[in-house]
């Protein structure tokens, strides 16, 4: 147990886990506030992910001056890798809602009622599967660990599975919608910029996805889980661009939360009844 090689297999950087303990816990923070205030409660996913988040890297501070105790071991492993899936169910989440929002359903490939529980049910088995895995790893036993990796690999793969249906979605939807021309739509302002956004979120998490699948395969004996910088490089800035990418495009912008969405619909139902009195006058 010395250095804590039978957990780490190196010394966790404790300046990297406090930079993104406290980046997180920012970024997450700020997330809550656009969620209360626009009452975007289907987007809370990203909220508990961001959550996981600087708790697992908290628990890497932890392991930093205690590397033999295994439960900040255990903590830091599961939440750093089913964290992600939330971000993936947030992003879903939008996509539905989107199509709805522009009245393209009927170029969407997949009908809008199907289409996020299609999505989210995929991922919610994905998180399931790495969350079973990762508990297997924790258990201490050899086969038990070799288990856990072989279901671990399982709900990553299906992660990349869905996540690569789900682009394959918006491209189609993207390419029929500029096809048709936008007197097709309902031109809501901004929504080209959030479907970028959900592009680049996708390309985000789909890399740092593969980069899990190659460091499962390799296993505990393997160069990526022996070398702490990867976990930073392509897990931790990557799903922190994420989480920052939609404070700065937050989905509310486009599709509004259930409040303001209801007090819309409220207006222009007032607009149509001012604008009927006015001819009938």
Partial sequence: MANGEAYYHYIPSLAAALIFAVLFAITTFFHLYQLVRTRTWYFLPMV??????????VARIMGHSNQSSLPPYIVQALLLLIAPALFAASIYMILGRLITRINATSYSPISTRWLTKLFVCGDVMSFLLQGAGGGMMGGGSASGAR?????????????????????????????????????AIVEVPGWRRLLKALYVASALILERSIFRVVEYVQGESGYLMRTEVWLYLLDATLMLL??????????????????????????????????????GA
């Fill in 48 to 57: 508990v992910g961001g959550t996981m988040e600087a708790i697992g890297y």
């Fill in 147 to 183: 288990l856990g990796q072989r279901v671990i690999l399982v709900g990553l793969f299906a992660q990349i599975l869905f996540f690569s249906l789900f682009v394959v979605v918006a491209v189609v939807v993207h390419v029929r919608v500029n096809r048709a021309g936008t007197a």
């Fill in 242 to 279: 994420v989480m920052v990418l939609f404070n700065v495009v937050h989905p509310a912008k486009v599709v509004p939360g259930r409040g303001k969405a209801v007090a819309e619909e409220e207006e222009e139902a007032v607009g149509r009844g001012v604008e009927l009195e006015g001819r």
